[in-house]
């Protein structure tokens, strides 16, 4: 049975490693990113702007399943890694929910991925049902 100084310190140590995990997400989030800014070239707003909408919103498929992709991958990798609070007062970092959470991961991913942006701003400004006829 579990003291309530025992219990704040098993929170202490749940809520280090919730931001130990988000630390993890955020690094990996802006690695990732940056890999895939390198692997799908970045174009100028010229180059983009002169491609056809089919094949913006095919570019922009490719990059999002290539995003599914590396998300799969990446939280695997992120499950795997330990923790340093594994083990005290009777945590179990496997038990963790945001280990498998990674919405941390997508939104960082996202927001650092300038050239999935990029196409999404310019598909979004050609589809836009407010443009004036």
């Not at 499950?79 to 007062?89: A, M, N, T």
């Amino acid at each position: 049975m579990r003291t309530f100084k025992s219990e704040a310190r098993f929170r202490f140590i749940k809520i280090m490693d919730i931001g130990y995990m988000v630390i993890l997400y955020v690094i990996f989030g802006i690695f990732l990113s940056k890999i895939t800014d390198v692997l799908f070239r970045e174009y100028s707003k010229e180059e983009t702007k002169a491609k056809s909408t089919l094949r913006l919103i095919i570019e922009v498929i490719i990059i999002v399943w290539f995003t599914i992709v590396v998300f799969y991958v990446a939280r695997n990798i992120i499950e795997v890694v330990p923790s340093p609070f594994d083990g005290l007062y009777g945590y179990e970092h496997s038990r963790l929910k945001e280990v498998t959470n990674g919405m941390i991961l997508a939104f960082t991913y996202i927001y650092f991925q300038n050239e999935l942006r990029n196409k999404l701003v310019e598909l979004n400004s050609r589809l836009s049902l407010n443009k004036k006829l």
